[in-house]
């Protein structure tokens, strides 16, 4: 027999686009920040304003920085070809969420929409 404690402690950070709209979501066009769940996302926040929409098939750039020393975590979007716009801006500690070690990678749940992943870049650094 094997039993699975469950402490609440999740070690992630996951960015979240999401298209569907369940009861605890905005609408079917927002981005979160999730670092235990999706339910209770750290910052949420509609695209509808910004005049970009998940749905339309049309690429779309994000950009995802963090600054250690601000602590600051920022969103940029826009669509393809176009001058990003800040998005969604959050202050909090990323020591305190992830380990310093860490894979990166990507998740779907669809349903019946289709996205693909183009050109994908990741950057650590160190500002003196």
Known sequence: MCTIIITGVVH??????????N?????????A???????????VKSLNSTGIYLKTGREITVR?????WTKNLQIYVGYNGDPLVSFLNHTMKLRHTIPSSVYVGFTAATGTQLF???PFFFSSFLKF
């Open 64 to 68: 995802v920085e963090y600054d250690g």
């Open 12 to 21: 992630q950070l996951a960015i979240e686009f999401d298209t569907y709209k």
């Open 23 to 31: 009861e605890f979501d905005p609408d079917d066009n927002h981005i």
């Open 116 to 118: 693909t992943l183009n």
């Open 33 to 43: 920040i999730d670092t235990v769940s999706v339910q209770n996302p750290v910052a």
